[in-house]
């Protein structure tokens, strides 16, 4: 891991795990996602690759339900300490839009949750084709405004909310954070973006470079768009279309060096940096897009999960004592 300013700078020199583990699933006749045949399989796909994460953490969970766009929606509570208050993680799955799910995301929440020391609730949002843009958003924004008013019922700090999501779901926590900051809140502390999809169209060379051979291909980029059928001049789904980006939460933005969406994830971290939000930009320059679910087989997804624990506890925890002084100082 590193922190870099502007981009990926490192030697183009894929991890030694990340290309064994290519080439046993090219052994295993692993297609990309636009040949699978269908929505249907490619989300038994994303659920089939489970077996490359980590052992499944012991933590205390519950199913509830939140509030979507119309209805209701499925969430799973990940608390570490039962009967503490702690500090609020909206985790939204990756999956192209169209798949992913609560038990895809299962263990690397509960890892997450236990190493971060705050309370993780994974969102089960409405998937395209049958819910395209903006349902998918829409969901995310009321479930976490829904989960900031009600988050004493759950043992949270509704004060002390992090955003957080990879690859679609960075898209749309990126987006969630837009929407929540011009449509009247709730206020976000942290927004935590892994190797998100910020941008429909343009032309990156991140695109170019990593097209083809490294799990995210470009045919399957723009099959998962297809599906979504997102206007991509829309910053909601473009969220680095935004006219500005002033006033967002300060970010931690997650890139890997064989990823397609490498470079649109450094373009984010420069424009926020440009509208004066704080940005931590960390490259894998190694790595491929998706590994923070594979800590089963690669070290640099524990790793990650290590660094992003730190990262929310800093992040959460000063958003805590910057409300303590508040009501210390009004005297409430």
């Given at each position: 891991?590193?922190?870099?300013?502007?981009?990926?700078?490192?030697?183009?020199?894929?991890?030694?795990?990340?290309?064994?583990?290519?080439?046993?699933?090219?052994?295993?006749?692993?297609?990309?996602?636009?040949?699978?045949?269908?929505?249907?399989?490619?989300?038994?796909?994303?659920?089939?690759?489970?077996?490359?994460?980590?052992?499944?953490?012991?933590?205390?969970?519950?199913?509830?339900?939140?509030?979507?766009?119309?209805?209701?929606?499925?969430?799973?509570?990940?608390?570490?300490?039962?009967?503490?208050?702690?500090?609020?993680?909206?985790?939204?799955?990756?999956?192209?839009?169209?798949?992913?799910?609560?038990?895809?995301?299962?263990?690397?929440?509960?890892?997450?949750?236990?190493?971060?020391?705050?309370?993780?609730?994974?969102?089960?949002?409405?998937?395209?084709?049958?819910?395209?843009?903006?349902?998918?958003?829409?969901?995310?924004?009321?479930?976490?405004?829904?989960?900031?008013?009600?988050?004493?019922?759950?043992?949270?700090?509704?004060?002390?909310?992090?955003?957080?999501?990879?690859?679609?779901?960075?898209?749309?926590?990126?987006?969630?954070?837009?929407?929540?900051?011009?449509?009247?809140?709730?206020?976000?502390?942290?927004?935590?973006?892994?190797?998100?999809?910020?941008?429909?169209?343009?032309s990156y060379p991140s695109r170019e470079e990593n097209a083809?051979?490294?799990?995210?291909?470009?045919?399957?980029?723009?099959?998962?768009?297809?599906?979504?059928?997102?206007d991509p001049a829309d910053p909601h789904a473009s969220p680095?279309?935004?006219?500005?980006?002033?006033g967002l939460p300060s970010a931690t933005i997650v890139v890997?060096?064989?990823?397609?969406?490498?470079?649109?994830?450094?373009?984010?971290?420069?424009?926020?940096?440009?509208?004066?939000?704080?940005?931590?930009?960390?490259?894998?320059?190694?790595?491929?897009?998706?590994?923070?679910?594979?800590?089963?087989?690669?070290?640099?997804?524990?790793?990650?999960?290590?660094?992003?624990?730190?990262?929310?506890?800093?992040?959460?925890?000063?958003?805590?004592?910057?409300?303590?002084?508040?009501?210390?100082?009004?005297?409430?």
């Open positions: 891991m590193s922190e870099v300013a502007s981009g990926p700078t490192a030697p183009r020199e894929l991890d030694p795990e990340a290309a064994d583990l290519l080439a046993r699933l090219q052994e295993m006749g692993m297609r990309p996602y636009e040949e699978l045949g269908g929505v249907l399989r490619a989300r038994s796909a994303i659920e089939g690759g489970r077996w490359m994460q980590e052992e499944k953490a012991e933590i205390r969970t519950c199913d509830v339900l939140v509030a979507g766009d119309a209805g209701r929606l499925p969430a799973r509570v990940y608390h570490p300490e039962p009967g503490a208050v702690l500090p609020l993680v909206v985790h939204l799955h990756g999956g192209g839009w169209v798949g992913g799910s609560i038990a895809a995301a299962d263990r690397p929440c509960r890892t997450l949750a236990l190493a971060s020391g705050c309370v993780v609730v994974s969102v089960e949002y409405r998937l395209a084709p049958e819910n395209p843009f903006p349902v998918p958003l829409r969901d995310c924004v009321a479930a976490t405004r829904w989960l900031a008013e009600h988050a004493a019922e759950i043992g949270a700090d509704g004060r002390r909310i992090a955003v957080m999501g990879d690859s679609a779901g960075g898209n749309l926590a990126a987006a969630t954070a837009l929407v929540l900051r011009d449509e009247g809140g709730p206020a976000i502390s942290h927004q935590v973006l892994l190797y998100p999809a910020l941008d429909q169209g343009g083809t051979g490294y799990l995210l291909t470009a045919g399957s980029m723009e099959w998962f768009r297809e599906h979504y059928f997102a680095l279309r935004a006219d500005h980006l002033r890997a060096g064989f990823d397609p969406l490498r470079d649109e994830g450094v373009a984010y971290a420069d424009r926020l940096r440009g509208d004066g939000v704080a940005v931590e930009l960390l490259e894998w320059p190694g790595m491929v897009h998706g590994f923070f679910w594979m800590a089963g087989e690669l070290q640099a997804a524990r790793d990650l999960a290590a660094d992003l624990a730190v990262v929310l506890r800093r992040e959460l925890r000063a958003a805590h004592d910057a409300d303590q002084g508040t009501d210390a100082v009004s005297g409430s």
